[in-house]
């Protein structure tokens, strides 16, 4: 029977490397929604490509775009718009999964409404499981719905689990999980000129082709730190048994070290394809389109410990997954503003971190047990870090 998915976020990094694994299987996947936010003229390309039954635009006029221009072409698709169409199209009874590659908190509640549908949901935007993540994992385990690891390091984990992983280390002889990181853009930059770094410099990645705010993450560490607490509800591991290890080359996508003395590590190249594919395919191995990974022009692997120095963001991140509670919805938010106030040329990217410490401080910790409460605390950080970063500006 073939999977039916919706795919929010389609006209990003990953939703674009999404359509490439699912067009290389026409035989295993159906296209049921693609949702692309503002970006119309790349919706409307995949509309004509994959045809799917629905597409959803962030507001009428961007609809009203992607509408006329489908009909100009005679493509069928129905157009939708807003946050209740990513919901429904997220949650319809047809859907088998749901691919959730929006970025930033905006992505929480169609991809939670899906967990609750029970869909098999295919996580890449990890902000959903930092804001809510007892919610989110609750959410999942009493509707059934299978959540499976789309960011390389939680999918490298999730590859060399055992596979009837129970969600306790423990049982499984299991000492510590290993996040690697590859240390981003400025690795090597002198301390000295951070203050100095542009938007354009930081989403440079040296490795990975991603969005930009997921790029100003890596460059500023936040993401490892994003992705370690997206790690300790995922695989239900306590804070205390997370490592980040900085492995430059970005060969080994994570690790896992078992009592015994052995690590498991899962390697590939550098391209988001693969755990698409690895998660797509489940429980069969798929074609991704990646190449064979090369070990005779590799050169070394190497590996350091992170330096919080160079990276206060990792630190800010610890401290937040350690506190719990609202702490890593408060983070993100102020994150969030920060990195886009940073791509705007309002702040230095020295200041996201300043911006994260000051809202963390500042802002008083609410209700988490529902979405409501979690949206609300996402607001209030929101705005203490707007407020902050104007002074900052003023300054
Ligand atoms: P991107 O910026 O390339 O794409 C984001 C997508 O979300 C676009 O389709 C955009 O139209 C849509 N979008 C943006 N704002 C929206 C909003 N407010 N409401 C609805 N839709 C909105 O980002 P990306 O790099 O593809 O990352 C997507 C998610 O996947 C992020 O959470 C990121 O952390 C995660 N992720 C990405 C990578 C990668 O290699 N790119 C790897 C691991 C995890
Ligand atoms: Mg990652």
Redesign the pocket.
Known sequence: MKQVLTIL???????VSTLDVVARHPERFEVFAL?????TAKLAEQCRSFRPRYAVM?DEASAAELKQYLSSVGVDTEVLHGSQA?IDVATAAEVTGVMA????A??LPPTLAAAAAGKTIYL????TLVVSGALFMETARKSGAQVLP???EHNAIYQVLPENYTGSLHAHGIQSIILTASGGPFLETDLSAFDRITPAQAVKHPN?S?????SVDSASMMNKGLELIEAHWLFNCPPEQLEVVIHPQSVIHSMVRYLDGSVLAQMGNPD?RTPIAYCLGLPERIDSGVGCLDFSRMGDLTFREPDFKRFPCLKLAYQAMHAGGAAPCILNAANEEAVAAFLNHQIRFTDIAQVVEHSLSAVDAGETGSLEGLLEQDRAARSVAQQFIAAACSR
């Open positions: 976020g389609a006209t990003g990094s990953i939703g949702a692309g936010h503002r970006q962030a990513l590659a929006i970025v930033g905006a992505g890449a935007n990890k902000e789309i960011d390389s990975w991603m969005g930009q705010k997921i988001m």
